[in-house]
């Protein structure tokens, strides 16, 4: 999909996003259309001019593009946007689409308050994978530099993409991972400074 060829129309309905019908799969622009997916922009087909055409609605909603644009980006939202791909990735599987219908510009990616939103295009794409690393690339550039620990973190994602060999499952299993422990240590912590002050309280009494 070029970004170039996007879109948007405002109405008295809504604001949306339109994306020319190439290279349709019909089975997944079925299911698409007939179902709403959790997390992807309700869409529907037009035809305008005898030229078949997905609307989107993006109403109230900013693009992952602009997001960047105007915010440093920090490393909690990194995070939940690469889990929140992989999620919505075997979302697509269990509703028998093609996760490659899933599109990675960030143009194509939508924000609402904190919820993350995905175009689904039912057409023939490049990899997935392509897909993923440039958006990791893009991320990289937008990243609140001051931030050294969400730059170490974000290297570490970005360097995972060159490897062919890599699942992007994985990437988000390493990232939950990551969390978990960053949990138990602040849980650690802080039980730790409650005994203390447990302690303190109790050598008070006793002397």
């Known amino acids: 999909m070029n970004c170039?060829?996007?879109?948007?129309?405002?109405?008295?309905?809504g604001s949306f996003m339109k994306l020319r019908c190439d290279g349709v799969k019909p089975l997944d622009e079925k299911i698409l259309l007939k179902n709403t997916i959790p997390g992807f922009l309700s869409m529907e087909k037009c035809y305008v001019n005898n030229e078949g055409q997905y609307w989107y609605d993006i109403s109230g909603m900013q693009s992952l593009e602009m997001r960047c644009q105007y915010n440093d980006i920090k490393l909690e939202f990194l995070e939940k946007l690469v889990v929140s791909i992989c999620n919505k990735m075997e979302?697509?599987?269990?509703?028998?689409?093609?996760?490659e219908c899933m599109l990675f510009a960030p143009q194509l990616i939508y924000t609402k308050a904190e919820e993350i939103y995905f175009t689904?295009?039912?057409?023939?794409?490049?990899?997935?994978?392509?897909?993923?690393?440039?958006?990791?690339e893009f991320m990289l550039t937008k990243l609140d530099h001051?931030?050294?620990e969400a730059i170490h973190i974000a290297y570490g994602i970005?360097?995972?993409?060159?490897?062919?060999?890599?699942s992007i499952s994985d990437i988000r299993n390493a990232i939950i991972e990551e969390r978990q422990k960053k949990d138990n240590c602040s849980n650690f912590t802080a039980s730790a400074k409650a005994g203390g002050t447990k302690a303190d309280r109790a050598g008070s009494i006793i002397l």
């Open 4 to 13: 170039n060829e996007i879109v948007y129309e405002r109405r008295m309905t």
């Open 91 to 99: 979302l697509l599987e269990n509703h028998l689409v093609k996760p």
């Open 120 to 136: 689904a295009y039912p057409a023939e794409m490049k990899t997935i994978y392509t897909s993923f690393q440039n958006l990791m």
């Open 146 to 148: 001051s931030d050294a």
């Open 158 to 166: 970005y360097e995972k993409t060159l490897n062919g060999n890599y």
